[in-house]
């Protein structure tokens, strides 16, 4: 299946229908609802952030003591000890059923060859506590969740707060209406999407794990004051 997303300019509100298809989540933008091929991709703009993010690959975890490995960057590996009382906050895997009004998605994904944007990632905030001047959400901890990005061809599509909300139990999918960058945004979300809550996070850090943190690339993690994990196979 594909998804189809419909911008009638003279309404000036923009309708995103998002659907599932191989597990990755795609649209195809268009200037009408006629048989003509889809219009070509926009460039993509990569919405500004307020601070770099340094991330790292964790070989071994005892504790509070990490030995890691830069992600982002060519590196060594390093063991260090992270702060007390550092905030931590981690990628939680969630449902469609999940998101409730106010939640906040961002929506993270890659153009392809046949000009869709595949979607790669949904990422969700319940309570958004502070917004860059571009309106992305952000986590108590200050992070949007592109911050564990490493692949350059991820970046940020599409974001905004939910208004509203439809459950379709029988078609696997929900509906829910955005307040996008542009004007409204109607988006449909078929179940198997990767979607993941940005929360506090009470797990040990375990080997495996990835994380970021707001730093130049490559910085030490040892005295950061929040630290965003992306568990194991949750990336």
């Known amino acids: 299946m594909r998804n189809r997303l419909f911008a009638p300019i003279v309404a000036a509100c923009l309708l995103l229908a998002l659907l599932i298809a ?3 989540l795609a649209f195809v933008f268009s200037q009408s609802a006629g048989s003509d091929p889809p219009a070509e991709v926009s460039a993509f703009k990569k919405p ?3 601070q770099p993010a340094a991330v790292f690959d964790v070989r071994e975890a005892n504790g509070t003591s990490l030995t890691i490995l830069p992600a982002n960057i060519d590196g060594e590996a390093l063991t260090i000890e992270l702060a007390d009382g550092v905030t931590l906050e981690g990628f939680v895997a969630g ?3 999940d998101i409730e009004p106010g939640t906040s998605l961002t929506f993270i994904g890659e153009p392809d060859p046949v000009r869709n944007f595949v979607i790669r990632q949904v990422i969700a905030i319940r309570e958004p506590v502070t917004s860059q001047a571009d309106g992305l959400p952000q986590s108590a901890g200050g992070f949007t969740g592109a911050e564990l990005l490493i692949n350059p061809n991820h970046r ?6 939910v208004e509203s909300i439809t459950f379709f139990p029988d ?3 929900t509906e829910v ?3 996008g960058p542009d004007g409204p945004i109607l988006v449909q979300i078929y ?3 990767p979607l993941f809550f940005i929360e506090a996070y009470d797990s040990p850090i375990a080997d495996g794990d990835r994380f ?3 730093a130049p690339a490559g910085a030490s993690p040892a005295r950061a004051q929040a630290i965003l994990i992306a568990p194991q196979g949750a990336r």
């Open 22 to 24: 191989g597990g990755v």
């Open 48 to 50: 500004p952030t307020s």
């Open 95 to 97: 449902r469609p059923a």
């Open 156 to 161: 940020i599509i599409l974001w905004g707060p």
């Open 171 to 173: 078609a696997n999918r």
């Open 177 to 179: 209406s955005l307040a």
């Open 191 to 193: 179940s198997g999407i």
């Open 212 to 214: 970021a943190f707001h």
